[in-house]
């Protein structure tokens, strides 16, 4: 019997420390979303206000704030996307407006992507290919399909499925 509730408490404490650890991981991705990087996306950006969607993604909404008689304006949502290139992590910024379509898509920090790549998904929608080109004839398909950055489809491939991870949840927080 003492066997079993060691084990049960080793179990309970391998637990614990496992929630522990993801609800650290998202503390420190909470606080790594600033309004400086909202104004990467949407340059006119003079607030922001940071949330969690369902999932406990971390998003902003980007607003310029008017003054005087001006409106204040909202610019879009903000989302803070992790991934790994090469070995090393690296965080997408995704911006989305409030019709829901891609904005522009930044790698935060020093990166490898190259931009023409990542402006390939500005002005998309979530009806849209976000699958990789992978022959000619997917580049020369109508809709076209995204063309890889050169050498790397899977690197390609999940910058694609963050932005329509970040689409998909604009969709679900504008249906609340």
């Known amino acids: 019997m003492k066997i079993l509730d060691q084990r049960s408490s080793l ?17 420190e991705t909470r606080q790594r979303l600033t309004q400086k990087d909202c104004s990467q996306i949407f340059s006119r950006t003079d607030d922001c206000q940071s949330s969690t969607n369902i999932e ?3 998003y902003c909404k980007a607003w310029y704030r008017g003054f005087g008689d001006d409106p204040d304006e909202f610019l879009g949502y903000v989302f803070l996307k992790p991934f790994s290139i090469e070995g090393t992590n ?26 023409q790549f990542l402006s390939q998904f500005d002005g998309k929608r979530l009806g849209d290919s976000f699958e990789i080109a992978r022959t000619l004839d997917d580049i020369l398909y109508v809709p076209s399909k995204v063309k890889a950055i050169r050498g790397d489809i899977q690197t390609s491939q999940k910058i694609s499925n963050a932005v329509k991870e970040a689409l998909t949840s604009v969709i679900q927080l504008t249906l609340k």
Do not use: H
């Open 56 to 58: 406990g993604e971390l």
């Open 90 to 115: 690296a965080e997408l910024l995704i911006g989305i407006t409030e019709n829901s379509s891609v904005y522009r898509v930044k790698v935060k920090g020093k990166n490898s992507i190259n931009q």
């Open 11 to 27: 179990f309970a404490a391998v637990m614990l420390f496992a929630v522990l650890t993801v609800t650290i991981a998202k503390a």
